[in-house]
């Protein structure tokens, strides 16, 4: 995090040359210049161009700069680790450390230079700088004795490079890079194993992140070591949450199973993200995004700096809107960030509130599959099966890929989300300090739909006589409300002795209650029977108490062997009272116990190199959907298990001397075996509100290698891929069909399948160069292969491979008047690939008999653009 002490004089401290050309700890990263230089335009709309810039960017690198960079690693005088987000400012300007300690100042003029860096809870060092031609490589330490750190609870549950497991840090300046006003899955769409998708087609709206074929129901996300998956249904809303990306300080990716987390197990991955920077000076800051598709993106940032060497205030306002690359899949979305800090030497208690409110129109139907392909035969079996009038029957085939269902004007989702943080960190001697959080998340909201053709008896009401008419079904507009509170306590107590870097530890553990009221009004009908104002025609409560605890040590054993042990008792409780939609009884008493080790070694082969290993157990309850949409009284779903092998090598070497360069290289590979017991997968369909249904399946597993790369060349150019191959299979299962009757028929034949919505290749690649100080060009290439929409690994039923790239460029500009002001354009889909990348199917028995399949997918916006203007005072 940056820092919040005050820079005080000191006498110059030591600045070490870095320990050689193999130091993992003195990663040479990118940040943003502290120079401007002229400004160029490059024109880019055929892709011969696009190449051309690319081929640009190699040769200018070579040539465009006439100062030398200064890089260096900022770590802990006594361990020797990383200090993330510490402030380096040059001559007053900053910059921050990235997430492993490293920072980069691309152009140092001639001359001597003030270098100042501080990091809170360490006191601040000041040095000189000799700007120079030649690239400089420095290893700064500081020590420890200024302002407690404000990271305590949030770094107890990440992963480092002691805990045996596979995870990518992702820094504040790694995400403004990409930020432009598109969702946080949007953003972290370059690291390892990632999938996106988006209702709306373009980014905003409703999102969705895939980690290694695992929905975000199976994805653990804390902010502030605060749970943000929704007890029961267990997915993490970010709609809820616009723009939280520009409040991030820091976040980390754990893949698998990784430690201990609070809130749900993690059965693909977990998000573990920060939002406690303090930063000591004053600043302002906006940003503003126009793009394609009536998207704006407008947002204030500001901060007191520290107030009184005690104080500190940051706040933001934010507002999003689109009118979707779907028809009628607008998005107007709002929200707020606000802290309020007090720090000593020892104690540092934080209140944080952040909240966001939006009104999505519904795109979750998705578009049939022949308004697609054209298919005229398929389109007009749609047509029928669903009894289109002729109005709609003419917009699908006019709207094609474009095309949503929905018309009435206020078919919307529209849910508020308020969150409330007490952070508390305090030192409690040399080796231990405590972090701990009170917190409150109060959401509330509904889905408005207009139904056409509804009996009254579903919904309470009496048939309507008319004369000697009776009329059983009327056309209407109701709500489906959500009305729930959650709220808890988090606490981690931290062991590092002063004198022994060797044995880390934590205790830690969390007791969370979420309540929810579920309930529907018909606000409208076109024959009002005998309701009232708001007729509530449905209504259950919900329950759920969650609390854990868990332990957790590393141990250097042997200078180059250590060893990590990880073990967690968790227990959840949760009830439900009353009646769903359909008038099916949910009640539902369900009771878990579960204990989840893990273990790991990690093992030093030289200077830069390691090897890892690890095993870890998790298990986690099912969801709601996972009992309302079975028959009543049906609570046969399973808990899940998961174990999770995991072993690699990681290769570092920062500064090597490659073709006359100062050359940073990065490199991962990593192993998993993911092997699953009772994994509820999806079954491809969705309920009435776009919830995906699920299934146990006994046996299934996902397995897998993982390469990372990385490698930059005096911070002039850079290149950063990622691979995953992986199979991912469901042992002796049984498809699910359905008679002439709709009833489900289990097929007798079990054989070994590909679980949904996993594929087996997943790449990115992003290629940036910096041609002229302050401008910054990438290119940014993802590919997806096939994907099945359920279990039965039908080519009929699937989601076509596809290949993404996008272009970016950022440029900044120091004039006198303001810090900075940075001009950014997004260019997506440069290639104008037309492509889904999410879908659902439905099987139902046909006239003759035969099983029918119909499909509908979610496309992807075509080429489109986003251009900002950053100001920073």
């Known amino acids: 995090m940056a820092p919040a002490a005050e820079i005080i004089p000191i006498e110059p401290a030591r600045v070490m040359p870095a320990k050689g050309t193999n130091d993992p700890r003195a990663k040479n990263r990118r940040c943003r210049p502290l ?43 006594r361990t020797g680790t990383p200090l993330p987000g510490a402030t380096v400012l040059l001559d007053g300007a900053a910059v921050a450390a990235a997430s492993d300690g490293s920072f980069t100042l691309p152009a140092v003029a001639a001359g001597a230079h003030e270098l100042r860096i501080t990091f809170v809870g360490y006191e601040p060092l000041v040095s000189r700088v000799l700007g120079q031609e030649a690239p400089q490589q420095l290893r700064l330490t500081l020590q420890p004795g200024g302002i407690l750190t404000g990271e305590a609870l949030v770094t107890a549950s990440r992963a480092n490079e002691r805990t045996a497991t596979a995870y990518t840090n992702v820094s504040k300046q790694a995400l403004a890079k990409r930020n432009f006003g598109q969702d946080l899955p949007y953003l972290l769409d370059q690291t390892p194993s990632v999938v996106v998708n988006s209702d709306a087609g373009a980014g905003v709206g409703y999102t969705d992140i895939r980690i290694r074929g695992t929905s975000n129901t199976g994805i653990n996300m804390t902010i502030n070591g605060v749970p943000l998956n929704d007890a029961e249904s267990h997915g993490s809303f970010l709609v809820n949450l616009p723009d939280l990306s520009s409040s991030i300080s820091s976040l980390q990716v754990q893949r698998g199973v990784g430690t201990s987390q609070n809130g749900g197990a993690a059965f693909g991955a977990s998000i573990n993200i920060s939002t406690l920077e303090s930063r000591q000076e004053a600043y302002a800051e906006t940003q503003n995004t126009f793009g394609s598709f009536n998207t704006w993106k407008n947002n204030v940032s500001f901060g007191t700096g520290l107030l009184g060497k005690h104080f500190t205030v940051d706040g933001r306002l934010s507002r999003i809107a689109t009118d979707g690359y779907m028809n009628r899949a607008s998005s107007d979305l709002k929200s707020y960030y606000l802290s309020a800090g007090y720090q000593a030497k020892n104690t540092l208690l934080k209140f944080i509130t952040f909240s966001g409110r939006e009104k999505t129109y519904q795109a979750w139907n998705g578009v049939p599959e022949p308004a697609i392909t054209g298919d005229q035969k398929l389109l007009q079996q749609y047509i029928d099966n669903g009894e289109l009038s002729e109005a709609d029957a003419q917009r699908v085939r006019q709207e094609g890929r474009r095309y949503s269902y929905y018309t009435y004007d206020n078919q919307t989702d529209n849910y508020q989300q308020n969150h409330y943080q007490l952070h508390l960190s305090q030192g409690l001697d040399q080796d231990w300090n405590i972090g701990a959080a009170l917190h409150l998340t109060r959401g509330f909201g509904y889905y408005e739909s207009y139904r056409a053709r509804r009996k009254f008896v579903d919904y309470g009401l009496e048939d309507v006589v008319i004369g000697g008419q009776t009329i059983t079904r009327t056309n209407l507009v109701d709500r489906k409300w959500l009305d729930n509170y959650f709220y808890g306590g988090t606490f981690a107590l931290n062991y590092q002795p002063k004198d022994n870097d060797k044995l880390q530890a934590t205790l830690g ?95 030093t082969l030289s200077e830069g190199q390691q090897l890892y290993a690890s095993y870890a157990v998790g298990q986690r309850e099912p969801v709601r959907s996972d009992f309302t949409d079975r028959p009543s009284g049906d609570q046969s779903a399973k808990p899940e298990r998961l174990d999770d092998y995991e072993g690699g090598y990681r290769l570092s070497l920062p500064n090597t001397n490659w073709l006359g360069s100062n050359t940073a290289v990065r490199f991962e590979a990593n192993y998993f075996y993911m092997n699953y017991r009772n994994q509820l997968v999806a079954t491809g369909q969705l309920n009435d509100v776009g919830t995906a249904l699920r299934t146990n399946v ?75 100080s302050g401008l910054r060009v990438a290119l940014l290439y993802k590919t997806v292969s096939r994907q099945y929409l359920d279990n039965s690994t039908s080519e009929d039923r699937r989601i076509k491979p596809y290949q993404v790239l996008d272009f970016r460029v950022r440029y900044a500009l120091h004039p006198v008047f303001v810090k900075e002001i940075e001009l950014g354009l997004l260019v997506n889909n440069v290639l104008n690939r037309r492509y889904v990348a999410n879908g659902y199917t439905y099987g139902y028995p046909g006239a003759d008999g035969q099983q029918q399949t119909f499909n509908w997918y979610f496309p992807q916006a075509t080429r489109n653009f986003l251009a900002s203007v950053g100001v920073k005072f």
């Open 698 to 772: 006994a046996r299934s597993y996902r397995t897998g290698l993982e390469l990372t790369g990385f490698a930059s060349a005096d911070d002039k150019i850079s290149l950063s891929s990622t691979l995953t191959l992986s199979r991912n299979q469901i042992l002796n299962y049984r498809d699910v069909i359905y008679d002439a009757d709709y009833n489900p028929v289990i097929a007798s034949e079990a054989r070994t399948t590909t679980v949904s919505y996993s594929p087996s290749v997943i790449s990115a690649h992003t290629l940036e160069g910096q041609p002229l």
């Open 509 to 603: 553990g969390a007791w969370n209650q979420f309540t929810n009221d579920h309930y529907g009004e018909v606000i409208w009908a076109q024959y009002a029977s005998n309701s009232n104002i708001r007729q509530r025609y449905y209504f259950n409560d919900a329950l759920k108490t969650d609390y854990n605890a868990y332990a957790r040590a590393t141990w250097q054993v042997l200078p180059k062997l250590g060893v990590y042990g990880d073990v967690q008792v968790r227990q959840i409780k949760y009830d439900i009272n009353g009646v769903e939609d359909d008038q099916n009884d949910v009640t539902t008493r369900a009771r878990y116990t579960f204990i989840n080790p893990k273990a790991g070694a990690t093992f």
């Open 35 to 77: 120079a401007s230089g002229p400004f160029h335009f490059f024109h880019f709309s055929p892709l011969k161009n696009f190449l051309t810039t690319g081929v640009a960017l190699l040769a200018l690198s070579g040539t465009a700069w006439a100062q030398g960079p200064v890089s260096g690693t900022i770590l802990d005088a």
